[in-house]
Structure formats: C-alpha cells, structure tokens
C-alpha cells in the first residue's frame, strides 16, 4: 500500500505542476508579444552657419576706363563737341571737386579763342570715397540726381553764360567732371559714361 500512495502523491504531484503551468499559459495572450526594442535616435547635425563677410568693395577702375583724349566717346558726337577745339593740357593743376584720395586718370583741357572750352577730368577712388563726395555735392550749390542711362550719380551747376555749367558722374570708383564754357557738353559726358559702363 505504501507504494501505491507513494505513486498516487507523484501522480498529484505532476498533476498539479502541470495544471498550474497550463493555467499560466491559458491566462496570458495567445499571441506573443515583443517587448519594445529602444530605437535609436538619430542625431541631426546642422552645419556650422558660415560667417557673416564684408561686402567687398571695388576699387579697380573698369576695364573700359578712356586713357586717351582723342578716342572718347563716339566720333560723331566727339567731333560736335570739341571737333573745332584745340587740346591744350592733361588737366593737371585744375582744383576741382573730387573724391578723398582721388588719382586722375585722364585730363582733357581743350580750348578756342578767350572765352569758349571744355574740362574733362577723370578720376577713381575708392568706391566709398566716390559715393561720400557725390553726397556731399548738393552742400556745393550742386544739384543730383541718378542717371536713368547709366546708373551714376548726376550733379549739375549751372554758371552765368549760357552752356557753361560744371558736371559730375560718379559711380562705383570712378568720378567724372566736366566744365565747359560757352559750349553744351551734355551729350558728350553721356557718351563717355556709355563707354566706360555700357
């Protein structure tokens, strides 16, 4: 008898360690789940933003820049104003407005008879230099303005006779003044803006 009671507690035993697995089994989901894997994030990196830089600020005369009295501007409106002049000097030692630190590059002085003549003087400076002395022009008697044609700034002075007047075109680096007496020379200082920036 022993052995079968001995028996009868193994085959309890088993029984209850095989229900309570099965009862663990049958009160969880059926379906398995995954436990969440942490996903990595992923690092985003924003390029360093490039430092802020200076405009830079030309100081090179255009390409086109005239180096000679004789081939300003076109030939026919050349001719109409200045065709019966005779050139007389670079235009050096003429004190007239022009920027700080200003270099002349060309000087045109033609003249006839007493009283009738014309003064082209080309300069460059630094375009800062250029914009402050365009600025300071109306402070002059001056009268300005922007040049629908070529983009310059326009000042004017009228003198006492007529077509004597002093005139300047100054953009980017370079600066233009022009004289003339008892001669109109609006058409050529035009002209000779066209030539030197299109």
Request: proline content about 9%.
């Amino acid at each position: 008898m022993t052995r079968t009671r001995s028996s009868t507690v193994s085959a309890l035993v088993l029984a209850a360690v095989l229900a309570a697995g099965l009862s663990a089994c049958a009160g969880g989901s059926t379906t398995p789940t995954a436990s969440p894997t942490p996903t990595p994030t992923p690092t985003q990196t924003t390029p360093p933003a490039p430092e802020p830089t200076e405009p830079s600020t030309p100081t090179a005369a255009p390409a086109n820049l005239p180096t000679d009295c004789s081939t300003l501007g076109t030939e026919s409106v050349r001719q109409e104003a200045i065709g019966d002049l005779t050139l007389q000097s670079d235009g050096t030692g003429f004190v007239r407005p022009v920027p700080d630190g200003a270099t002349l590059v060309l000087g045109c002085d033609w003249i006839v008879g007493d009283s009738t003549g014309m003064l082209l003087l080309i300069s460059t400076a630094s375009a800062d230099a250029v914009t402050a002395a365009a600025g300071s022009m109306p402070d002059q008697g001056y009268t300005c303005g922007v040049s629908d044609d070529f983009g310059a700034t326009y000042c004017y002075l009228e003198g006492d006779a007529p077509d004597t007047e002093e005139a300047i075109l100054a953009r980017d680096d370079v600066w233009i003044y022009m004289s003339t007496s008892n001669r109109n020379g609006r058409a050529f200082l035009s002209d000779i803006a066209t030539q030197i920036w299109g």
